[in-house]
């Protein structure tokens, strides 16, 4: 079983940056995982992904450039620095991982998920 547990959320003016935190426990140590976000009304979508290893990453094109996942197995963390932001950005984040050592982009293909975090961007 893993638990995963997310914090950095909160309120921030557009052109600041966030750093949210995962923190991982039981043996999720070697797989992948993934930050989603979901604004209200839309559907949980994919922002950014990293193998287990940390050695691939994927972005999204509306993150790309902006955001950097980054994970340090060594303490058991995953992290998204998030720079530029916008009010778009705004959304409840969420760490997932699945039980595999390639990311994916759906979310029905991740087997923990976090209880996720706020982010919201002011403009």
């Known amino acids: 079983q893993v638990q995963l547990v997310e914090s950095g959320g909160g309120l921030v003016q557009a052109g600041g940056s966030l750093r949210l935190s995962c923190a991982v426990s039981?043996?999720?140590?070697?797989?992948?995982m993934g930050w989603f976000r979901q604004a209200p009304g839309k559907e949980r979508e994919l922002a950014a992904a990293?193998?287990?290893?940390?050695?691939?990453?994927f972005y999204a094109d509306s993150v790309k450039g902006r955001f950097t996942i980054f994970r340090d197995n060594a303490k058991n963390m995953m992290y998204l620095q998030m720079n530029s932001l916008t009010p778009e950005d705004t959304a409840v984040y969420y760490c997932?991982?699945?039980?595999?050592?390639?990311?994916?982009?759906?979310?029905?293909?991740?087997?923990?998920w976090g209880q996720g975090t706020q982010v919201t961007v002011s403009s």
């Open positions: 039981g043996r999720g140590l070697s797989y992948a």
């Open positions: 997932a991982a699945r039980r595999f050592t390639g990311w994916a982009v759906k979310a029905s293909e991740y087997d923990y």
């Open positions: 990293i193998t287990g290893s940390g050695q691939s990453t």
